[in-house]
Nanobody, 126 residues
Framework: QVQLVESGGGLAQAGGSLRLSCAAS?????????MGWFRQAPGKEIEFVAS????????DYTDSAEGRFTISRDNAKKTVYLRMDSLKPEDTAVYYC??????????????????WGQGTQVTVSS
């Protein structure tokens, strides 16, 4: 069973930065997984944030993250990252990473992902 563990969340001020990490374990052929980040704010549905293809060659972002967030991956470390700059209070949410088995491109739909982490809280103060 693939396990995903997020880290790096916490409290940041508006305009600040955080870098989230998501380490995969019990996984073979990590390079054959597309990876994504989603988030869920209080009282709202979970939403897509960013996705990265199997080799990092393609990335995709939701409009609100474009230009502020950067997704990257290190297949040797089986880790995907989400660098978040120019944070806003509306970025406050629980952030989840997800893995899509056998998918090579970027993916926006939750249903495309097979494995999910437990989430890490990000709180941005104004």
């Amino acid at each position: 069973q693939v396990q995903l563990v997020e880290s790096g969340g916490g409290l940041a001020q508006a305009g600040g930065s955080l870098r989230l990490s998501c380490a995969a374990s019990s996984v073979q052929n990590y390079g054959q997984y597309a990876m994504g980040w989603f988030r869920q704010a209080p009282g709202k549905e979970i939403e897509f944030v960013a996705s990265i293809s199997w080799n990092g060659g393609s990335t995709d972002y939701t409009d609100s993250a474009e230009g502020r967030f950067t997704i990257s991956r290190d297949n040797a470390k089986k880790t995907v990252y989400l660098r978040m700059d120019s944070l806003k209070p509306e970025d406050t949410a629980v952030y989840y990473c997800a893995a899509a088995v056998g998918k090579y491109g970027t993916l926006r739909l939750r249903t495309e992902y097979n494995y999910w982490g437990q989430g890490t809280q990000v709180t941005v103060s104004s």
